[in-house]
């Protein structure tokens, strides 16, 4: 985890992948991103090279890029640092992987002020491969064999590789004009809702200052018959009256 930064990539590291992304589509080949990333590196040396704007221009160069590409979440897919590396004409998902905007602590630390409740963060997020495949952010949740993807990598990856493989062919045989335009409206689609027609309010209508009067001095006028209302001419109530 020290090594590798606890998987949390560094500005460089996006403008590398970036890099790279640019080279596939010069020279024709498909871009495959395995994501495994529980955020972007938050740490000021970060900031002072611009983890931000690196972030943001690989979402903006993946939705151009005149290339197929795929996207695997094989872990924990969290936050911008994952959102970077995950734009694709298709995501597949591990059985087991999560894919959120923000970590549960995070989350839990802003709505309920405490990181205590990331549990319950977690499970209104929908964060689980299952649910993320409802939500249609996933489109395929490959099952994981035996104990887990950890424990048989080998056997994880003939899984994937098969699945992949068919993705990309179909994706090849589309034109690349079509491919980023569907690319376009698969983002768009992304948390659509329905707008139900507003029942019609009725305008204003001004009164005059005199009908306003009325309305208060007269309890028949605001529609208070049957109420018991003083008068000067009556002995005022008793304080255990009122």
Known sequence: NIRRNFGMPHPE???KAMRIMELAERFGLPVITFVDVP???PGP????RGIAEAIARSIGLMTRLRTPIVT??????GSGGALAIAVGDVVIALENAVYSVISPEGC?????RTADEAATAAAAMRMSAADQHALGVVDIVVPEPGEGAQAEPEATADRLRAIIVD???ALAAMPIDALVEQRYRRYRALGAYTEVARPEVPGRVDRSLADRLRDLLDPARRGLVGVEVWSRDDDPPAREEV
């Open 13 to 15: 590291g996006y403008r």
């Open 39 to 41: 955020g972007a590196h």
């Open 45 to 48: 040396e970060s900031e002072e």
């Open 72 to 77: 695997v979440i094989t872990g924990e897919g």
């Open 108 to 112: 839990a630390s802003i709505l309920w």
């Open 167 to 169: 993705r990309l062919d």
